[in-house]
């Protein structure tokens, strides 16, 4: 049986796995013209580097439409104090899920096509994920993040370049500048701060920034399993890698990528196939947003000539949907 804690809303249970750290291919530099969404529900994909809109108001959340939707099976809220770890990865003290619940996890977003097109299946089957972009793509892209917002998904932080930061080459201060960087450029895209969740790129964990992450009660996300679809050769083999996975785990928290083509294709049957096989979507949310740092906020804005804007709370736009 695995430590109770109070950090979370959920009892814990108890299931010990672990499997192999993954790694994952650079991410390319951003197109010069990206493609046009793949549907016209789709979310648009915008000019570089616009100036920020206000954020997105919420509204009440309109009943689904879809009577075989997945949807949420209960909203799990996480006090971040002290920089709690989650995903049987790397953390095996903490675990919310009961058997057959899921929470679905994106990386490397926002990108123009796989995350309208990630969002677009999200809504179309009433359930919600938790994403964690890339601050560049951030800044590439702010209309298509404040779109999970307004979607009303969780939003944490993936550092400002995925740069592996196990790499000796970097010095702690490096390091630290990666996640801060991170964070306050998907504030800026947002024009909110996001939630105090963070994921390390390729799920490397070096014991430095694990403290430091800690002091600033920002929690860590590793996962249960991972789809390995950035290596995938077609949707098809996401499918298959997740529910192989899953069929031997009975729950866990997934890793995908709204940034891979083959997982947004893959999204539409896998969730009917988590559906069928008796599977729920647990909601993360986090009690309170991160507290960005004011000197990484303006470094970011002034070396990128972004423009200024003033932020509220994220929470304040998502905790008006109704669970």
């Known amino acids: 049986m695995r430590i109770k804690t ?13 499997t192999s750290a993954w790694t994952q291919a650079l991410i390319p530099p951003r197109p010069a013209q990206p493609a046009p969404p793949p549907t016209a529900a789709a979310a648009p994909v915008t000019t570089p580097t616009p100036a920020p809109t206000p954020p997105p108001t919420a509204t009440a959340k309109a009943p689904c439409a879809n009577p075989d939707a997945i949807g949420v099976s209960r909203v799990v809220a996480i006090d971040t104090t002290g920089g709690p770890g989650f995903g049987f990865e790397h953390f095996k003290q903490l675990d919310f899920l009961r058997d057959k619940e899921v929470v679905l996890t994106f990386d490397d977003g ?20 938790l994403f964690f972009p890339i601050g560049k793509h951030a800044t590439y892209y702010p209309e298509i993040l404040k779109q999970v917002a307004e979607q009303g998904h969780t939003i944490g ?8 930061l196990n790499n000796k080459k970097l010095t702690e201060a490096q390091q630290k500048d990666e ?13 909110a701060p996001p939630s105090p969740f963070f994921r390390f790129p390729a799920l490397q964990h070096p014991p430095g920034m694990v403290t430091y992450l800690g ?45 891979q083509k083959h997982t947004a294709e893959a999204l539409p049957a896998l969730l009917k196939k988590l559906k069928a096989g008796g599977y729920k979507v647990v909601q993360i949310k986090a009690k309170a947003p991160v507290q960005t740092i004011a000197q990484y906020d303006e470094e970011l804005q002034k070396s990128l000539k972004l423009p200024t804007v003033s932020t509220r709370p994220l929470s304040s736009v998502v905790q008006t949907i109704s669970e």
């Open 110 to 129: 926002p990108w123009p096509v796989n995350t309208p097109s990630v969002l677009k299946t999200l809504a179309d089957e009433c359930t919600k994920g």
């Open 157 to 164: 932080a993936h550092t400002w370049s995925h740069a592996n």
């Open 179 to 191: 996640i801060e960087k991170g964070f306050s450029a998907v504030a800026w895209a947002l024009g």
């Open 6 to 18: 109070g950090l979370i809303t959920a009892s814990a249970v108890s299931l010990c796995f672990a």
């Open 215 to 259: 002091e600033r009660n920002i929690a860590i996300w590793s996962c249960d399993l991972d789809s390995f679809d950035f290596k995938a050769s077609t949707a098809q083999k996401v499918i298959d890698t997740v529910m192989g996975k899953l069929d031997k785990l009975g729950k866990g928290i997934i890793l995908m990528h709204d940034f």
